[in-house]
């Protein structure tokens, strides 16, 4: 039976003080979990955290805001940073381990392996919008696994298309590590956690609340009969658009690789990113899996 640690995570700091770390958890005939995390933890987080504790003896959190998947013009250097508040919660939530590596530890100068997410998962959507974003998340999401060997890594579904990446990577590569995809923690309001809703005044906040129910007029339909994925992905558009939104992409797709469906069908999912003012955030719901994010007609 897991048993949540009580004391302080032991911090580590390079990848071999966590590959230490795990051998020795291993060799101990304990099960690993990992956690990865770009820090500013929140409810979202905690969620996986809290999954993890369940299922493994022992579980490292990763705590890395990871430069190999900002585009020189996105938020990398105001991305929110608060270590002293992630040490707690994760000292509360029963962690064993943090790893908080420097950027210089993970990406030293002479570094030449890349990888490349290939066909529409890595190009469509998400990738089309921040080129070269799948294949930053690819190489540190694997950096970690190669260090961390871990039984266990827990990701959102909030990053729908991320989650898919993660699960293609960890089989092509042959990791031997069973993904774990959690399911999206919202506000009371429906709004998905994040650690970017900080950069929203309170009145861009209220606006945010049409991402949720936009969906769940989406999701209305789907359940009143409609199949069309276009006009499902219309509707969204539309309440986004209406609510003042800046509208990235919409799209309905199947959850393994991220292509266009035409007709509508139980786990495909609905996908969306938008902008309020400078801040972009992205949202998703898994049709006939998910209930709706916020009641209708909000
Ligand atoms: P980040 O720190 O934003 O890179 O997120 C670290 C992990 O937490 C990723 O696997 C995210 O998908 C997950 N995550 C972020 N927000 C949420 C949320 N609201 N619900 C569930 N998981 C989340």
Not at 56 to 62: A, E, H, I, P, Y
Not at 80 to 101: K, T
Not at 193 to 217: G, H, K, T, W
Request: proline letters at 6%.
């Amino acid at each position: 039976m897991p048993t949540p640690s009580t004391d302080t995570p032991e911090l580590l700091s390079t990848p071999d003080d966590l590959r230490r770390w795990s051998t020795a958890s291993r060799t101990a005939g304990r099960s690993v979990g990992m956690v990865p995390t770009m820090g500013a933890l929140h409810a979202g987080h905690r969620a996986l955290i809290d999954r993890a504790v369940a299922d493994n003896d022992r579980v490292v959190v990763s705590i890395f805001v990871n430069p190999a998947q900002f585009g020189p013009t996105e938020d990398f250097a105001r991305y929110p940073r608060n270590m002293d508040a992630d040490l707690a919660m994760l000292a509360a939530a029963g962690v064993h381990a943090a790893f908080v590596p420097t950027v210089e530890t993970m990406y030293p100068a002479g570094l030449v392996t890349g990888l490349d997410i290939a066909g529409p998962l890595g190009a469509r959507l998400e990738g089309a919008s921040r080129p070269g974003h799948f294949n930053g998340v690819a190489l540190v999401v694997t950096k970690l696994l190669v260090a961390g060997i871990p039984d266990r890594a827990y990701f959102g579904q909030k990053d729908a298309q991320q989650c898919a990446v993660v699960c293609h990577l960890a089989r092509d590569l042959d990791t031997g590590v069973e993904i774990v995809v959690c399911p999206t923690v919202r506000d009371t309001d429906g709004l998905a956690v994040s650690s970017r809703n900080v950069y929203l005044s309170p009145e861009e906040r209220v606006q945010a609340r049409a991402i949720p129910s936009s969906l769940a007029e989406a999701m209305g339909r789907y359940e009143a009969g409609e199949r069309d994925a276009t006009a499902l992905a219309t509707t969204v558009r539309s309440h986004l658009a209406n609510a003042g939104l800046d509208v990235d992409y919409v799209a309905v797709v199947r959850a393994d690789d991220f292509t266009e469906v035409e007709k509508a069908a139980p786990t495909n999912q609905i996908v969306l990113a938008a902008r309020i003012g400078n801040t972009r955030l992205i949202d998703v719901v898994r049709l006939g899996v998910d209930t709706a994010p916020v009641g209708r007609g909000v």
